[in-house]
């Protein structure tokens, strides 16, 4: 418990850094994604027996980090000795030798390297299906939920809401929708090395994060 010494909790999800930086402040400028730092990511997953979402994981990273990891030896290797097989469709980049599907966004979230000037970090995510739940409210429709002076229909688990028409010639309505209910990270604290002898005792296992400069 000394200044600049890394503290994990025993039941803390994977991070995983190039070079084994035990901390986000310990990475250096040339700690960038590689292919090894995805590849340590599926095998935590699927030591910890995360199910795939149609065959596959789902990467999210932004745009820079899509671009170190195509900068990457190995990477390059791998592709060019199977005549570049990976291809781009509906915005992923699929790879069936990585058991990653790529998905490029801006949303990923990045911060300042807390001594490196101008040097940021990014942080991917490979998710198993599961990682995130959308739960529905099950009285969304229900009489005393919905309006009582409009029609209302349930569509794609979406409140469709139609306001009864206000002039004369019964013309001129208006149309909304509203929804409830949220989203939770499940935990998987009863997958652990007892049961599954490969698992870890993290308690949120279907995701992993990957930080680098």
């Known amino acids: 418990g000394t200044a600049l010494n890394a503290v994990a909790s025993a039941v803390a999800p994977s991070i995983l850094r190039p070079s084994g930086r035990a901390t986000s402040a310990a990475l250096q400028a040339t700690d960038l994604l590689t292919m090894a730092n995805v590849l340590d990511a599926v095998a935590q997953l699927r030591n910890n027996n995360v199910p795939t979402v149609d065959g596959a994981y789902i990467g999210y990273l932004d745009p820079t980090s899509s671009r170190e990891m195509f900068a990457d030896p190995d990477f390059k290797q791998l592709f060019q000795g199977v005549g570049m097989q990976a291809s781009f469709a509906m915005g992923e980049l699929y790879s069936p030798f990585l058991g990653v599907r790529f998905v490029p966004t801006t949303e990923a979230f990045i911060q300042a390297h807390p001594s490196i000037s101008g040097a940021k970090i990014h942080r991917p995510i490979i998710c198993g299906q599961g990682a995130l739940i959308e739960g529905d409210f099950a009285g969304m429709g229900a009489e005393d939920v919905r309006p009582s002076n409009a029609e209302m229909s349930m569509v794609d688990g979406i409140a469709m809401v139609t306001r009864e028409p206000l002039d004369r010639l019964a013309q ?13 990270c499940p935990s998987d604290v009863t997958a652990n090395p007892t049961t599954i002898a490969t698992a870890t005792n993290a308690a949120y296992k279907r995701a992993v994060v990957i930080e680098h400069v």
Request: proline share 0%; net charge neutral.
């Open 172 to 184: 001129i309505i208006a149309q909304s929708w509203y929804w409830i209910g949220g989203f939770t």
